[in-house]
Structures are given as C-alpha cells and as structure tokens.
T-cell receptor, first 114, second 112 residues
Framework: DVKVTQSSRYLVKRTGEKVFLECVQD?????MFWYRQDPGLGLRLIYF???????EKGDIPEGYSVSREKKERFSLILESASTNQTSMYLC?????????????FGAGSRLTVL | SQQGEEDPQALSIQEGENATMNCSYK?????LQWYRQNSGRGLVHLIL?????REKHSGRLRVTLDTSKKSSSLLITASRAADTASYFC????????????FGKGTKLTVNP
C-alpha cells in the first residue's frame, strides 16, 4: 500500500511563528501536492511538485513556500503564520507525468494559529 | 479554481437505502474521480472514470459520466452506517496543467 505520512496531526502555533509541515511518501511517486481544506471552500491547491527541486504554484500560494530536496519528501513552510492560515492541510502524492492521476492522501495536519 | 460542484451538499438516509450524489463541472475533462473523506481524516480514492467511459462499477459503487451534460453521479447501494463520510468529485481538465480540481463535497449520513 502506498503510504503518505504527515509528520504532525495537530499543531498549535502563534502568529508570526515559522511553521514547517512535513510530508513523506514511500512509493517513489513523482508528484506531490499540498492542499488546504476549509469548511465551505473545499480543497484548494497551494503548491505542487513534479520532481525533486521543482515546484509550481497552485491556486493559493500566497503566504506559503515549499521545499522538495528529496523525491520522497515535500515540505510546506509558513514563513510567518497568520490566523487566516488556521486550517486542515492535506499532502498527497501520485505517480506519472501528469497531475491528473489518482492521488494518495496523508491523514492531514490540523493547524491552529493563535 | 473550483470546477466540480457536488449536489446535494448534505444527504441523510437510513441504512439499506441507496445514496446518490451528483457532480457537475464546467470544462472538458480527461477523467473524473470520486474520493471519500471520513471526519477529520485524509481523502481516499474510490473510483476513476475516463472521459470515454459512461459507467463504472466497484463493489457497491456505481459511477456514471455524461460528458454532454458535464455531469457525473455516484451511487452507493445498500448503504451502511460505515459509509457515513464526505464524498468529493475531482476533475482532471483537458489541456493546461491537468491538475485535479476538487468540488466542495457531499456530506452523507447513514443512520443505523
């Protein structure tokens, strides 16, 4: 079974803190994605990566950055957390050269920014 | 950018009944996928239907796709309390970046 592991299920941070959300997949998938999920807004794509050291902006990249130094690991960084970044963050991965393939999701990281 | 729109937003049924959820989308697609999410957890892929397919089955799930109407439906037959979850459709638009675009989901409650 493909496994996508997100390092923290629940985090509580203060406004202005730097936050790292880590995601690791164990099936050699080329593509990795970060989404955020908010009530009434569904899933929105923040960033994605098709290969090591490559990244592309999704629909809502403002306030976020990402890092992919190794194929299996994709990190989401909030440089200076704000209360409007309180959300559920979902990491996903998929194989292949297109982003249209089946996604395997992690369990999610619920971030609260106070 | 939201492409898929699920309907209804919420659905409550009794165990043993069938549940039907619909998804409409706006642009031409390569494929359409359905995912399930249990409360507070990640999404799990259920089924993928390609643009040249009209119907697909997987266990108690039946998915239809009507590309002329730009719509899909997910039918869960003989529902169980364990089917209680949110269900999302995701479309892979043709051309462009081909990234999946998710709808806002249908929250299904199956009462024992």
């Amino acid at each position: 079974d493909v496994k996508v592991t997100q390092s923290s299920r629940y985090l509580v941070k203060r406004t202005g803190e730097k936050v790292f959300l880590e995601c690791v997949q164990d099936m050699d998938h080329e593509n990795m994605f970060w989404y955020r999920q908010d009530p009434g807004l569904g899933l929105r794509l923040i960033y994605f990566s098709y290969d090591v050291k490559m990244k592309e902006k999704g629909d809502i990249p403002e306030g976020y950055s990402v890092s992919r130094e190794k194929k299996e690991r994709f990190s989401l960084i909030l440089e200076s957390a704000s209360t409007n970044q309180t959300s559920m963050y979902l990491c996903a991965s998929s194989w292949g050269i297109t982003g249209a393939n089946v996604l395997t999701f992690g369990a999610g990281s619920r971030l609260t920014v106070l | 950018s939201q492409q898929g729109e699920e309907d209804p937003q919420a659905l409550s049924i009794q165990e043993g009944e069938n549940a039907t959820m619909n998804c409409s989308y706006k642009t031409s697609i390569n494929n359409l996928q359905w995912y399930r999410q249990n409360s507070g957890r990640g999404l799990v892929h259920l089924i993928l239907i390609r643009s040249n397919e009209r119907e697909k089955h997987s266990g108690r799930l039946r998915v239809t796709l009507d590309t002329s109407k730009k719509s899909s439906s997910l039918l869960i037959t003989a529902s169980r309390a364990a089917d209680t979850a949110s269900y999302f459709c995701a479309t892979a638009p043709q051309g462009g970046s081909e990234k999946l675009v998710f709808g806002k989901g249908t929250k299904l409650t199956v009462n024992p």
